[in-house]
């Protein structure tokens, strides 16, 4: 993929990302505006939707090959998790 095209893909998800943030703020302000409070305060509502759409924005870019050639993503992934079992092994709790 080009350079090109992966940062238009970044640019894409992240105004999905944005857009979805936005709706479900609407939502819920609209939903607090009725009553209904599905977290503790309306400041952490906003974190949790602000958390949501940062995961859905990061997991697109990297399942989709945004961020980077695949092969080196793959291959970070794997050293990634070789570290992670090789200090398991060892006793070394994380």
């Known amino acids: 993929m080009l350079r090109k095209d992966r940062k238009n893909l970044r ?3 992240g105004y999905y990302s ?3 943030f936005i709706g479900l703020f ?3 302000q609209f939903l ?3 009553g ?3 977290a503790e305060t309306n ?3 906003t974190w949790i939707l602000l958390l949501f759409s940062s995961f859905y924005f990061g ?3 990297s399942w989709k090959g945004a961020l980077g050639h695949e092969a080196s993503i793959k291959k970070s992934m794997i050293l990634f998790c070789y570290e992670y079992h090789s200090l398991r092994r ?3 709790p994380l």
């Open 43 to 45: 400041r952490l509502e």
């Open 18 to 20: 944005f857009l979805m």
């Open 90 to 92: 060892n006793g070394n």
């Open 59 to 61: 997991v697109m870019t």
């Open 26 to 28: 609407f939502v819920s």
């Open 36 to 38: 209904f409070q599905w």
């Open 11 to 13: 640019y894409q998800y």
């Open 32 to 34: 607090t505006g009725i």
